[in-house]
Each structure stands twice: as C-alpha cells, then as structure tokens.
C-alpha cells in the first residue's frame, strides 16, 4: 500500500514515526516555507530551501532513530553556530554541494537507508503570503504566524513548481494524508504549489486530514473542526473523504500552560461535518529535550492505526 503524507513541522514527522513499523511504501512531501530559527538563518544566509522540516522527517524514518535524533538535533549553545542543528548544516551543505535541496535528500536518504522517501515539496525559495482581517499583507511564515491577526487567505510569493517525484507518488498513492501540522504554514503552504493539488485531485487515493490537537494563536484562534476542514478544502478545491480528530485531553497542569499561551483544544463540532470522521484518543503527552516542558503530541502509533484501519 502506497502512502504519502503531506505536511511539515512535528505533525508530519510525527505520523511517519508511527507508519513505518507498519507493512507500507511511505512517502513524504515536506513544504520548504520555514523561515524560524536555524533553518531561516541557513535560508538566508546560503539561499537554500529551509532544511528544519526535512531533517525531523529523516530521524522519523530512520531505523536507529534514538542515534539519529541525538546527531541530527544536537544544537550548538555558543560560538558563530549557536542555535544551528547538525542536521540542518549537513542538510544545507549537500545542497550547496549537490545544487538542490531535492538531490541533497536523496543522497542522504541513500546513506542512511531509511525507511521511505522524503521529498521537499518544491527546490524554489519561496515565501508565504498572507492578507489578514484587517487588510494588511503579511510576508514570511515567522511573520505570520506571530502577528496575531486572523488570516484571511494565504497564497506564495512567486508561482513555483513542485518537484516532479512529489507529484508521481501522490499520482501513484492508495491513500493522501494533508496534515497534522498548522493549517496555513504546514498543510495548505504545501497545496499552493503548482502541481500539487492538481496531482491530488487526478489521484484515484483516498485523502484523509488529520486535525490538529489544538488551535494555534496568531493561525487558528477560534477555529473549529469544520473551519479547518473548510479551508483545507478551499485550497484543495475537492473534499476530502475522512477526517482524524483527537478526543483526548492532556493533564490540567499542561493543558492550563497551553492556555496561558493562548492556544485551545480544538472544538469537534461533528454536527456542522458531514464527512466521516475518525475520532479517537490520538494524544500524548511528552518531555522535550530541549527545554524540559511537557508537550502535547499526537501518539505515533494510535495515529498510524487509525489510518490503517480507514484502508483497512
């Protein structure tokens, strides 16, 4: 069975962590709209596609994946490479060396033999715009997503192609998975894409959306389950067959910081939906390396089953 995901951020890699201790061919296509922390510096200092995104999806896939995620995320603490994760560095010199982001994976992806394929949505550098509810245009996904005005709608600052192999698999699926990652700047930041939704609506696959656990300020604020649906279909110009929705809470004490952060658990309004929809406790909780908060995420496993059970 032939799965591609389309997606960026956690949520992507996330999903992948769990499909590939099933018996599936998984593809992945990555969007290449991060402008945060060491991949944006890396874009703008090198010209080179963020590589953030890529790199969480390689250590998803991997088979030593405790190693790999302990080499390609360790983070300088000082000097000129502070904040920069390994993985981005060897990510953004394979495509100074090898000329695109899309050749860079696919030499490392045959180093590292890992299970599927990863593939950047697009090699072109490209923003992502957005026109608020107060009539202002707003560039670059950071700025974006910290401004805190609704968005209206969200479109690329230049048409770019997706890359031809990202367009095959999703030609070639059983089953297209959008998401979980945030709406605008994981999900439909891949949909505007030339070649992308065209490929998805051609497809004879199923397409399942996986919502997000929570809203996500200066994105989602306020948004429910059927507004999320809304605008992913907008984008994608055709519905999509199923629907993933968490049910789950997580313990108060986290779920209150979260809310003091000005997120929310997404509202499931079922009654405004008339999809399938799929809802289960897809959530756990975890401790981030990094910074030592607990974290709500999808739970790998429940997610990939919940999939599978859709083909199934």
Do not use: C
């Amino acid at each position: 069975m032939k799965v591609v995901a389309i997606g960026g951020g956690t949520g992507l890699s996330t999903l992948l962590r769990g499909l590939k201790n099933f018996n599936v061919d998984i593809t992945a296509v990555v969007a290449v709209t991060d402008e945060g922390g060491s991949s944006g510096i890396l874009r703008r200092e090198l010209k080179v596609p963020p590589p953030g995104d890529v790199r969480n999806n390689f250590i998803a896939l991997s088979e030593n994946e405790e190693l790999l995620e302990r080499i390609f995320n360790f983070r300088f603490k000082d000097g000129s490479l502070k904040g920069h994760a390994v993985g981005n560095i060897i990510l953004a010199a394979l495509t100074k060396i090898t000329g695109s982001l899309s050749m860079a994976v696919e030499k490392l992806s045959e180093l590292l033999a890992i299970k599927g394929r990863i593939f950047p949505v697009s090699d072109e550098l490209v923003r992502l715009v957005a026109e608020m509810d107060d009539g202002s245009k707003i560039v670059g996904e950071t700025n974006i997503t910290s401004s805190g005005k609704k968005i209206e709608r969200v479109y690329l600052d230049k048409d770019v192609k997706a890359f031809p192999e990202a367009v095959k698999a999703i030609l070639e699926s059983d089953i297209t998975i959008l998401g979980p990652g945030s709406l605008y700047t994981s999900v439909i930041a891949n949909l505007l894409v030339s070649g992308v939704k065209e490929a998805i609506k051609k497809s004879n696959a199923s397409v399942v959306y996986i919502a997000n656990l929570m809203t996500q300020p200066g994105e989602t604020s306020g948004m429910r389950l059927s507004d999320h649906l809304k605008e992913i279909e907008k984008y994608l110009e055709r519905e999509v067959d199923f629907i993933v929705a968490n049910s789950g809470k997580p313990p108060k004490e986290v779920l209150d910081r979260y809310t003091s952060e000005g997120y929310e658990m997404l509202q499931l309004d079922l009654e405004n939906i008339d999809r399938e929809v799929i809802v289960g406790h897809f959530l756990k909780v975890i401790r981030d390396p990094f910074d030592e908060k607990l974290k709500v995420r999808h739970d790998p496993e429940k997610l990939a089953r919940s999939i599978l059970k859709i083909v199934g």
